[in-house]
């Protein structure tokens, strides 16, 4: 059956660096664009990265732009997250999902369960 | 900056018929926004409803229904059961690859 599942959560400093991950089976991972979205404890969801099925082009929401890329391995079926220069309102579950189609337009149809990421001193 | 807007919540009778909306800070809803729906309960992940403006995503039941109405997209669920309390949240892609999700709807069913 189709899966997601992230991996690589956990408490960093603030300032420092984390990269989680996603390995997904059940279908085929080169034949979709992924998206990265967060949600802070009681708040709401935010976007917050978007790949194409290549790679090739790669979308970031302001908040984490310049410090936050996403990035893929089809050869391993894992879409990854590298977070550098974390602050305090990093803070949040972050949810793996896959897109409907292959392109980033096609909004996220199937979700892992979330990681999470706590920043904190 | 653009903001995707929803109510804040909402109460409806079981049985009853209640419809949530999804619009644009400034600007019209239009299918090519790719009007998304999802239903979230507390510590568990989104559950797609809705997709492409109107398309039910696997095993949802048709009872949940999703449209244009007017500038906005807009999810009904007609008939509603005490399992659908829960938040409801919407996401336009604005394009240039950006998204942006709504601040979600909470839904009372008592």
């Known amino acids: 059956q189709v899966q997601l599942v992230e991996s690589g959560g956990g408490v960093v400093q603030p300032g420092r660096s984390l990269r989680v991950s996603c390995a997904v089976s059940g279908f085929t991972f080169s034949d979709y664009a992924f998206h990265w979205v967060r949600q802070t404890s009681g708040k709401g969801l935010e976007w917050v990265a978007a790949i194409a099925y290549d790679g090739n082009s790669k979308y970031h929401a302001d908040s984490v732009k310049g410090r936050f890329t996403i990035s893929r391995d089809n050869s391993k079926n894992t879409l990854y997250l590298q977070m550098n220069s974390l602050r305090a309102e990093d803070t949040a579950v972050y949810y793996c999902?896959?897109?409907?189609?292959?392109?980033?337009?096609?909004?996220?149809?199937?979700w892992g369960q979330g990681t999470l990421v706590t920043v904190s001193s | 900056q653009t903001v995707v807007t929803q109510e804040p919540s909402f109460s409806v009778s079981p049985g009853g018929t209640v419809t949530f909306t999804c619009g644009l800070s400034?600007?019209?809803?239009?299918?090519?926004?790719?009007p998304t729906w999802y239903q979230q309960t507390p510590g568990q992940a989104p559950r797609t409803l809705i997709y492409?403006?109107?398309t039910r995503s696997s095993g949802v039941p048709d009872r949940f229904s999703g449209s244009i109405l007017g500038n906005k997209a807009a999810l009904t669920i007609t008939g509603a059961q005490t399992d659908d309390e829960s938040d409801y949240y919407c996401v336009l892609y604005l394009g240039s690859g950006i998204s942006v999700f709504g601040g979600g709807t909470k839904l009372t069913v008592l």
């Open positions: 999902a896959r897109s409907y189609g292959a392109l980033v337009g096609p909004t996220p149809t199937v």
């Open positions: 492409s403006t109107n």
């Open positions: 400034s600007g019209s809803v239009s299918t090519s926004f790719n």
